[in-house]
T-cell receptor
Framework: GESVGLHLPTLSVQEGDNSIINCAYS??????FIWYKQESGKGPQFIID?????DKRQGQRVTVLLNKTVKHLSLQIAATQPGDSAVYFC????????FGKGTRLHILP | EAQVTQNPRYLITVTGKKLTVTCSQN?????MSWYRQDPGLGLRQIYY???????DKGDVPEGYKVSRKEKRNFPLILESPSPNQTSLYFC?????????????FGSGTQLSVL
């Protein structure tokens, strides 16, 4: 079955720098990928998604990159701000949605 | 405001005492789902519903029940809670479950079973 993993459980980034959070998946048939942000005490919140017919998608200060060859997904946050402090996790869909375990992003002043 | 509402936010109970966690969405979504979130394990699906009167088991359904009598409501029932059901629970919905669409999550219910 599908498995989804993140490379780092914790990431510390200086305020103003760019953050890159990675995710790997196992099923090459996966066709839809989503990044969620979960702030302390809140439910996961949709950030950005990408379908398998694309390799890059940009939102406001966020970019998702999809490399289907190596089955790797990344979330890039530009000019990281204190409000970006949260747990970020990817979700991958083939016949159902599988969630990664999350990377906690710490913002250093 | 479009949202998924769960109640209660926090619940402490004792082993064997039946409880219900309510979930309601005001977006007319067909698909609804329950997840539990445990440290180191991420989000795991308990049950889901593709539409009214249609429910299916997720990955960890043991010890839980659900019902979908109306489109907006999807309660989670623990008939005889046990300590291993202590967890953070999330309800989620999306317009249609068969398509690849993002999920909208509630704020969570922290359950402690003593």
């Amino acid at each position: 079955g599908e498995s989804v993993g993140l490379h780092l459980p914790t990431l510390s980034v200086q305020e103003g720098d760019n953050s890159i959070i990675n995710c790997a998946y196992s099923n090459s048939a996966s066709d839809y990928f989503i990044w969620y942000k979960q702030e302390s005490g809140k439910g996961p919140q949709f950030i950005i998604d990408i379908r398998s017919n694309m390799d890059k998608r940009q939102g406001q200060r966020v970019t998702v990159l999809l490399n289907k060859t190596v089955k790797h997904l990344s979330l890039q946050i530009a000019a990281t701000q204190p409000g970006d402090s949260a747990v970020y996790f990817c979700a991958v869909k083939d016949d159902k949605i599988i969630f990664g375990k999350g990377t906690r992003l710490h913002i250093l002043p | 405001e479009a949202q998924v509402t769960q109640n209660p936010r926090y619940l402490i109970t004792v082993t064997g005492k039946k409880l219900t966690v309510t979930c309601s969405q005001n977006m007319n979504h067909e698909y609804m789902s329950w997840y539990r979130q445990d440290p180191g394990l991420g989000l795991r699906q308990i049950y889901y519903s593709m539409n009214v009167e249609v429910t299916d088991k997720g990955d960890v359904p043991e010890g839980y029940k659900v019902s979908r009598k109306e489109k907006r409501n999807f309660p989670l029932i623990l008939e005889s809670p046990s300590p291993n059901q202590t967890s953070l629970y999330f309800c989620a919905s999306s317009p249609r479950g068969g398509r690849a669409e993002k999920l909208f999550f509630g704020s969570g219910t922290q359950l402690s079973v003593l």
